[in-house]
C-alpha cells in the first residue's frame, strides 16, 4: 500500500463507480465492500485512516451488554453475529475477552447471570464462550486486583477484544488488494453537481502536494463520522444537524491494577454507566464517558470531570487505587450519533443502530453505528446504492473475506508483540535480518523497534510520526511520555524514507508534541 502507487490510479480514472469520503471503520469498510464486488472505488480521507473515533474506541468488539438492557435486542444479535464473524475474519487482531461482573449485593449475581444468559442465546452458533455464575472466592481468583470489601460473587462472561486501528490499516490494505484507490491527506473540499442538483462527483485536495482533483463517480458515500455535518454544509440548501458527537474517554494504566487475563465489567455506575477496565497490549484501558459535546475536534480533550468519573469509579471497584500520577495515556474519541429526533436528549439514550440517509442531491450519508458492526454497515450502504439505481446489482460477498494478515489463533503467540500484524510477521522480521539497524528499540521501556516504524511507511501509507506512534505502532495510546521521547528518532527515519529536510524534522516533532499533550493528565501538559 504505497501512496504515489495510489495517486497515480486516481490521476490514470476517469470515473468511478464508487466515492467514498472518509477513511474511518465505515468508510474503509464501504471500500472494501464495494471493491470487492468489483465496482471501481475510490477512498479519500482528509488526515490519516483511523484518525479520529476509530482509532479511540474501548478496544471491544461487542455486542452491547447495555443495549440488551435498554431493549434493543435488534441491535445486540447483529453485533454479536458481527462479533464472530471479525473474529474468523480478522484472527490476528481480535481475541475472546473473558469479563468479570463483581457483585456487591446479593440479587446482583441472579439478576446478571439471567440476562447473559439471554446475551449467550442471541449470539447462537458465534458464541465465544458461555456465561456463568461464581462464588466471592472465585471471583478474587480470576480478579485478584478486586475491591474485596462487601463483594458477594461474580458473573463471568465473553466478548471480543481487538486493536482498532490496526484493524482500519488492514481493512485497507485489504481494499487495495481488492482493485481499491484509497488516499489519506486528500480532503474534500467541494461536491461537484450537474445542473439537476445531483451530486457527480467530489473535489479533493492533495495536503502534499496542494494539487486539486475533481473525482467523478455514480454513488457517492458520505462516510466521515462526527465531521458528517461539515460535508452535509456542502450538500444541502438548509442546514440541518445529522449527528450529535458524544465524547468517550478511557485512562490507561500499567498492568499491575488488573493483572491476570481478565477484564472487569462494571455494569452500572454512579451514573447508571458500564465502565470497562480491559487488559490490551500489556497494559488497562479504564473507560468509558458519554459526554454530550457541542462542538467536534480532529484533537478531543479529555474533561476534567471525565478523567474525575473514571478515577473514582476505578478507586472503587480496585483493590490497587489508581491516581493520576499512574495515569500512562488518556485518549477520548467523539462518537457520530445520529441526531436524535427530540432536542437536548441524552446520549445514553440515543439508538446505536446505524443510519443511512440518501439526501435529494443523491448523496448518501452514513450516521451512528459502531466498530463491530462496520462490515454490515458497509454492506447496507452498498446495499442502498442499488437500491436506489447508482450502481448495477452485485451481490455482496465480505461475511467471509479474510482481512489482510488473518491468521487462525492456534498459530499466533500473543506473547510476541508483533501478533498484530498475523501473516505479515515473517516480513518484518525479514527486514531487522536485512536492515539491523531496524533492530533497534523505539524506547527502552516498550518492545517497539525501528522495522515496524519502516513498516508502517514503506508498506501501510504513515507520512507522519502521528500517524506512526498514535496508528500504527499503538505507544501514543500506551504511554504517552514514552511516545513524545521517541518522535525525534521516528520523524528522522521519515524524512530518510520520504525525502524530507531537517525544516520538515524540526516541525513535525513539534507538532507530534502538540498532539501529545492532550494525552497527558494536565499537571503534565
Same mark, same amino acid.
Given at each position: 500500500?504505497?501512496?504515489?502507487?495510489?495517486?497515480?490510479?486516481?490521476?490514470?480514472?476517469?470515473?468511478?463507480?464508487?466515492? @467514498?469520503?472518509?477513511?474511518?471503520?465505515?468508510?474503509?469498510?464501504?471500500?472494501?465492500?464495494?471493491?470487492?464486488?468489483?465496482?471501481?472505488?475510490?477512498?479519500?480521507?482528509?488526515?490519516?485512516?483511523?484518525?479520529?473515533? +476509530?482509532?479511540?474506541?474501548?478496544?471491544?468488539?461487542?455486542?452491547?451488554?447495555?443495549?440488551?438492557?435498554?431493549?434493543?435486542?435488534?441491535?445486540?444479535?447483529?453485533?454479536?453475529?458481527?462479533?464472530?464473524?471479525?473474529?474468523?475474519?480478522?484472527?490476528? *487482531? @481480535?481475541?475472546?475477552?473473558?469479563?468479570?461482573?463483581?457483585?456487591?449485593?446479593?440479587?446482583?449475581?441472579?439478576?446478571?447471570?439471567?440476562?447473559?444468559?439471554?446475551?449467550?442465546?442471541?449470539?447462537?452458533?458465534?458464541?465465544?464462550?458461555?456465561?456463568?455464575?461464581?462464588?466471592?472466592?472465585?471471583?478474587?481468583?480470576?480478579?485478584?486486583?478486586?475491591?474485596?470489601?462487601?463483594?458477594?460473587?461474580?458473573?463471568?462472561?465473553?466478548? %471480543?477484544?481487538?486493536?482498532?486501528?490496526?484493524?482500519?490499516?488492514? $481493512?485497507?490494505?485489504?481494499?487495495?488488494?481488492?482493485?481499491?484507490?484509497?488516499?489519506?491527506?486528500?480532503?474534500?473540499?467541494?461536491? *461537484?453537481?450537474?445542473?439537476?442538483?445531483?451530486?457527480?462527483?467530489?473535489?479533493?485536495?492533495?495536503?502534499?502536494?496542494?494539487?486539486?482533483?475533481?473525482?467523478?463517480?455514480?454513488?457517492?458515500?458520505?462516510?466521515?463520522?462526527?465531521?458528517?455535518?461539515?460535508?452535509?454544509?456542502?450538500?444541502?440548501? @438548509?442546514?440541518?444537524?445529522?449527528?450529535?458527537?458524544?465524547?468517550?474517554?478511557?485512562? @490507561?494504566?500499567?498492568?499491575?491494577?488488573?493483572?491476570?487475563?481478565?477484564?472487569?465489567?462494571?455494569?452500572?455506575?454512579?451514573?447508571?454507566?458500564?465502565?470497562?477496565?480491559?487488559?490490551?497490549?500489556?497494559?488497562?484501558?479504564?473507560?468509558?464517558?458519554?459526554?454530550?459535546?457541542?462542538?467536534? +475536534?480532529?484533537?478531543?480533550?479529555?474533561?476534567?470531570?471525565?478523567?474525575? =468519573?473514571?478515577?473514582?469509579?476505578?478507586?472503587?471497584?480496585?483493590?490497587?487505587?489508581?491516581?493520576?500520577?499512574?495515569?500512562?495515556?488518556?485518549?477520548?474519541?467523539?462518537?457520530?450519533?445520529?441526531?436524535?429526533?427530540?432536542?437536548?436528549?441524552?446520549?445514553?439514550?440515543? +439508538?446505536?443502530?446505524?443510519? $443511512?440517509?440518501?439526501?435529494?442531491?443523491?448523496?448518501?450519508?452514513?450516521?451512528?453505528?459502531?466498530?463491530?458492526?462496520?462490515?454490515?454497515?458497509?454492506?447496507?450502504?452498498?446495499?442502498?446504492?442499488?437500491?436506489?439505481?447508482?450502481?448495477?446489482?452485485?451481490?455482496?460477498?465480505?461475511?467471509?473475506?479474510?482481512?489482510? %494478515?488473518?491468521?487462525?489463533?492456534?498459530?499466533?503467540?500473543?506473547?510476541?508483540?508483533?501478533?498484530?500484524?498475523?501473516?505479515? $510477521?515473517?516480513? $518484518?522480521?525479514?527486514?531487522?535480518?536485512?536492515?539491523?539497524?531496524?533492530?533497534?528499540?523505539?524506547?527502552?521501556?516498550?518492545?517497539?523497534?525501528?522495522?515496524?516504524?519502516?513498516?508502517?511507511?514503506?508498506?501501510?501509507?504513515?507520512?507522519?510520526?502521528?500517524?506512526?506512534?498514535?496508528?500504527?505502532?499503538?505507544? *501514543?495510546?500506551?504511554?504517552?511520555?514514552?511516545?513524545?521521547?521517541?518522535?525525534?528518532?521516528?520523524?528522522?527515519?521519515?524524512?530518510?524514507?520520504?525525502?524530507?529536510?531537517?525544516?520538515?524534522?524540526?516541525?513535525?516533532?513539534?507538532? =507530534?508534541?502538540?498532539?501529545?499533550?492532550?494525552?497527558?493528565?494536565?499537571? =503534565?501538559?
Amino acid at each position: 500500500m504505497k501512496r504515489s502507487e495510489q495517486l497515480s490510479k486516481l490521476k490514470s480514472t476517469e470515473k468511478w463507480d464508487v466515492i @467514498v469520503i472518509g477513511g474511518g471503520a465505515s468508510g474503509l469498510g464501504t471500500a472494501l465492500d464495494a471493491a470487492s464486488r468489483g465496482y471501481k472505488t475510490i477512498l479519500v480521507e482528509a488526515i490519516d485512516f483511523a484518525k479520529g473515533t +476509530s482509532s479511540r474506541s474501548t478496544k471491544l468488539v461487542h455486542g452491547g451488554v447495555r443495549y440488551l438492557e435498554q431493549g434493543d435486542v435488534h441491535l445486540v444479535r447483529e453485533a454479536l453475529k458481527e462479533r464472530g464473524l471479525m473474529a474468523k475474519n480478522a484472527g490476528h *487482531l @481480535v481475541k475472546n475477552q473473558s469479563f468479570v461482573i463483581p457483585n456487591y449485593n446479593w440479587w446482583g449475581g441472579s439478576f446478571y447471570t439471567i440476562g447473559l444468559k439471554i446475551y449467550d442465546l442471541l449470539s447462537g452458533r458465534l458464541s465465544l464462550g458461555s456465561s456463568k455464575y461464581i462464588s466471592k472466592k472465585k471471583t478474587i481468583e480470576m480478579l485478584p486486583a478486586v475491591e474485596q470489601k462487601g463483594l458477594v460473587s461474580g458473573v463471568i462472561y465473553h466478548d %471480543g477484544q481487538f486493536d482498532d486501528s490496526r484493524l482500519a490499516i488492514n $481493512i485497507a490494505q485489504t481494499a487495495v488488494e481488492k482493485g481499491a484507490c484509497l488516499l489519506n491527506y486528500a480532503k474534500v473540499i467541494n461536491l *461537484l453537481k450537474d445542473d439537476n442538483n445531483q451530486i457527480v462527483g467530489v473535489q479533493a485536495i492533495d495536503h502534499e502536494t496542494g494539487d486539486k482533483y475533481d473525482i467523478k463517480g455514480s454513488a457517492i458515500i458520505n462516510a466521515t463520522g462526527v465531521f458528517t455535518n461539515a460535508i452535509m454544509k456542502l450538500n444541502d440548501t @438548509v442546514y440541518k444537524k445529522y449527528i450529535v458527537p458524544s465524547q468517550g474517554i478511557h485512562l @490507561v494504566f500499567d498492568k499491575s491494577f488488573l493483572p491476570g487475563d481478565h477484564a472487569l465489567m462494571v455494569p452500572k455506575t454512579s451514573d447508571g454507566r458500564v465502565l470497562f477496565a480491559v487488559p490490551w497490549h500489556n497494559r488497562i484501558v479504564v473507560g468509558t464517558t458519554d459526554t454530550l459535546i457541542k462542538k467536534h +475536534s480532529l484533537e478531543p480533550i479529555a474533561l476534567e470531570s471525565e478523567i474525575a =468519573f473514571v478515577l473514582e469509579t476505578a478507586q472503587r471497584f480496585l483493590a490497587k487505587k489508581p491516581t493520576r500520577a499512574d495515569v500512562l495515556s488518556v485518549y477520548a474519541g467523539l462518537r457520530p450519533l445520529a441526531a436524535p429526533e427530540d432536542e437536548g436528549k441524552s446520549t445514553k439514550e440515543v +439508538s446505536r443502530s446505524h443510519k $443511512i440517509i440518501v439526501s435529494e442531491t443523491g448523496l448518501i450519508t452514513i450516521t451512528g453505528g459502531k466498530w463491530t458492526t462496520y462490515r454490515k454497515i458497509s454492506e447496507d450502504i452498498i446495499d442502498k446504492a442499488i437500491s436506489t439505481g447508482k450502481l448495477p446489482k452485485k451481490a455482496c460477498n465480505t461475511e467471509h473475506l479474510a482481512i489482510h %494478515g488473518n491468521q487462525a489463533t492456534t498459530t499466533l503467540d500473543r506473547e510476541n508483540h508483533l501478533y498484530i500484524y498475523g501473516t505479515d $510477521i515473517p516480513e $518484518i522480521i525479514k527486514l531487522k535480518e536485512n536492515e539491523p539497524e531496524l533492530k533497534e528499540k523505539l524506547h527502552p521501556d516498550h518492545e517497539f523497534t525501528m522495522a515496524e516504524v519502516v513498516w508502517a511507511i514503506r508498506y501501510e501509507m504513515a507520512r507522519t510520526v502521528d500517524d506512526i506512534l498514535a496508528r500504527r505502532v499503538r505507544l *501514543l495510546f500506551l504511554d504517552a511520555r514514552a511516545a513524545i521521547q521517541s518522535s525525534e528518532k521516528v520523524a528522522r527515519i521519515l524524512a530518510k524514507e520520504l525525502g524530507h529536510d531537517e525544516a520538515w524534522i524540526h516541525k513535525e516533532i513539534d507538532h =507530534f508534541k502538540e498532539i501529545s499533550k492532550g494525552f497527558l493528565l494536565s499537571e =503534565f501538559r
